[in-house]
């Protein structure tokens, strides 16, 4: 069984919207932290946003996102949505679902501190 499965890819004109969601086993579900990140072609990992679980929720965005993404979770589904509006150009990306076992908050957006990975899907924007 796959720990993460993402879904809702695709391709969107700039200033569409994409719902990406992440079906997630039940102890991977229950990880430190969960989030989303991407990477393009010859670029470095970043980090989108992220939950951190280990008290009250707390979230975390890139400061490039500019308020376009949202992150939420349905607990009775197992299943982690990130939300993309406004799309552009340079969102265009390989998106990650990923859960990290252990997290410190501070960190929730390192890629480093997940060990838990989905397949990816394909987010493209074009203008």
């Known amino acids: 069984q796959k720990p993460l499965v993402e879904s809702g890819g695709g391709s969107v004109q700039a200033g569409g919207s994409l719902r990406l969601s992440c079906a997630a086993s039940?102890?991977?579900?229950?990880?430190?932290?969960m989030g989303w990140f991407r990477q393009a072609p010859g670029k470095e990992r970043e980090g989108v946003a992220a939950?951190?679980?280990?008290?009250?929720?707390?979230?975390y965005y890139a400061d490039s996102l500019k308020g376009r993404f949202t992150i939420s979770q349905d607990n009775a589904k197992n299943t982690l949505y990130l939300q993309m509006n406004s799309l552009k150009p340079e969102d265009t990306a390989m998106y990650y679902c990923?859960?990290?076992?252990?997290?410190?908050?501070?960190?929730?957006?390192?890629?480093?501190?997940?060990?838990?990975w989905g397949q990816g899907t394909q987010v493209t924007v074009s203008s």
């Open positions: 990923a859960a990290a076992t252990y997290c410190v908050a501070i960190q929730a957006l390192d890629y480093n501190e997940y060990d838990i």
């Open positions: 939950i951190y679980l280990g008290g009250r929720n707390t979230y």
């Open positions: 039940g102890d991977t579900y229950r990880s430190g932290c």
